[in-house]
């Protein structure tokens, strides 16, 4: 398995691409910008067969009809799909054009979804929204806007709660082992180095 990476549009959301030896592969939060993921599709010859979303913010899920319109299986918790057909996707107030969806599958916390030959493991951390999500696949962590590089998402947005959000870290800081957490935004870092220099949840 290889893992792909695009910053995509002006909000610079990191897209993930878990692509196995047959080409397929699993997108983890596409972005906005479905030329991009084209582009990438084109150049490193794989294709998305499914999109799992993190939340329904429209900067990590903007192209995500476009990919299902392509094929694409699109994934995301049981409370955050209905955002993907409102405004709590975050678009109108962003001024941002968002093609509204319904998603293909919701899943809850411990349920492990199958797709291109992986298991990947769904962690509720509600916080940033209600529904926030993390994916868990071998020693890779992937976190959208719940855990960032010593920082944590904003939970000033509509249905963000700051002591869900402590507790969803904390939570993931719990998991026994060493993961490369992949987060939403920004840089790459390590469940470890969190663990150590993430003071965010000390607010608690
Ligand atoms: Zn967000």
Partial sequence: MKLYHLITGPLRVNAYFLVNDNGEAVAIDGGENYKKVKQAEE?????????????AH???AGCAKKLQDDGA????????APKLLN???????FGRK?????????????DVIDECGLKIKVIATPGHTDGSIC??????????DTLFWESVGRTDFPTGDRDALVRSVKKLFAIPGEYSVYPGHEDFTTLSHE???NRFVDYD
């Fill in 87 to 93: 405004d709590g996707n975050l678009s109108g107030d």
């Fill in 195 to 197: 663990r150590q220099f």
């Fill in 135 to 144: 994916f868990l696949i071998d020693n890779m962590l992937f976190t959208g």
């Fill in 73 to 80: 299986k699109v994934y995301i918790s049981k409370l955050d």
């Fill in 43 to 55: 150049v490193y010859g794989f294709k998305v067969k499914a999109l799992l979303l993190t939340h």
């Fill in 58 to 60: 429209f900067d990590h």
């Fill in 98 to 110: 968002f093609d509204y969806l319904t998603a293909d599958v919701t899943v809850s916390d411990g």
